[in-house]
C-alpha cells in the first residue's frame, strides 16, 4: 500500500465512496486550497485503486498550540481488518510532527476513546499522538 497527499479535486473525487457522501466541487478545492488542511489517499500496491482516506485539520489556539485533529478516516470494505487505517494514521501523525502540531486526536464521547475506531483504533492513536482531555 502507498499513502499520498490529495492536492487534485480529480483525486478526491475518485475516492468519493470513502466519503460520507459525494465530494461537492466547490467544497472539496475550499478544502484542497487550504495550507491547513489535509487528504490523504491509500492505494492499493497490486491494483492501483484507492482503498483509504484520511483527512485532517490543523487548528490553533493561543495557550495550546497547534494541533492536528483527524476529521474522517474511510476504509473500503475489502481492504478492512489489513492495516489501513492504522497506517493512514500513522502517516498523518508523521504529517502533523513535520508541520510541528501536536496530536494527531479526534473527538469523541467521553465512553469512546475514539470515534475514528481504528479496529483498536485508540491505541493506534495512543501510539501517534494522543488528545488532552
Same mark, same amino acid.
Not at 468519493?16 to 489535509?38: N, V, Y
Not at 504529517?95 to 501536536?102: E, I, M, S, T
Given at each position: @500500500?502507498?499513502?499520498?497527499?490529495?492536492?487534485?479535486?480529480?483525486?478526491?473525487?475518485?475516492?468519493?465512496?470513502?466519503?460520507?457522501?459525494?465530494?461537492?466541487?466547490?467544497? /472539496?478545492?475550499?478544502?484542497?486550497?487550504?495550507?491547513?488542511?489535509?487528504?490523504?489517499?491509500?492505494?492499493?500496491?497490486? /491494483?492501483?485503486?484507492?482503498?483509504? @482516506?484520511?483527512?485532517?485539520?490543523?487548528? /490553533?489556539?493561543?495557550?495550546?498550540? /497547534?494541533? @492536528?485533529?483527524?476529521?474522517?478516516?474511510?476504509?473500503?470494505?475489502?481492504?478492512?481488518?489489513?492495516?489501513?487505517?492504522?497506517?493512514?494514521?500513522?502517516?498523518?501523525?508523521?504529517?502533523?510532527?513535520?508541520?510541528?502540531?501536536?496530536?494527531?486526536?479526534?473527538?469523541?464521547?467521553?465512553?469512546?476513546?475514539?470515534?475514528?475506531?481504528?479496529?483498536?483504533?485508540?491505541?493506534?492513536?495512543?501510539?501517534?499522538?494522543?488528545?488532552?482531555?
Amino acid at each position: @500500500m502507498r499513502i499520498e497527499r490529495v492536492i487534485d479535486a480529480a483525486v478526491a473525487e475518485a475516492g468519493g465512496e470513502l466519503f460520507d457522501e459525494p465530494p461537492k466541487a466547490a467544497e /472539496t478545492e475550499q478544502f484542497l486550497s487550504s495550507p491547513c488542511h489535509h487528504l490523504l489517499f491509500a492505494y492499493d500496491d497490486q /491494483t492501483g485503486a484507492v482503498i483509504g @482516506m484520511i483527512s485532517g485539520v490543523e487548528t /490553533t489556539h493561543p495557550d495550546k498550540g /497547534t494541533e @492536528m485533529f483527524l476529521y474522517e478516516l474511510g476504509v473500503v470494505a475489502t481492504a478492512r481488518k489489513g492495516g489501513c487505517a492504522a497506517e493512514l494514521v500513522r502517516a498523518l501523525a508523521a504529517l502533523a510532527k513535520a508541520r510541528g502540531c501536536y496530536g494527531p486526536c479526534c473527538s469523541a464521547p467521553p465512553r469512546e476513546r475514539c470515534s475514528c475506531s481504528v479496529g483498536q483504533g485508540s491505541r493506534v492513536l495512543r501510539h501517534v499522538g494522543r488528545c488532552r482531555r
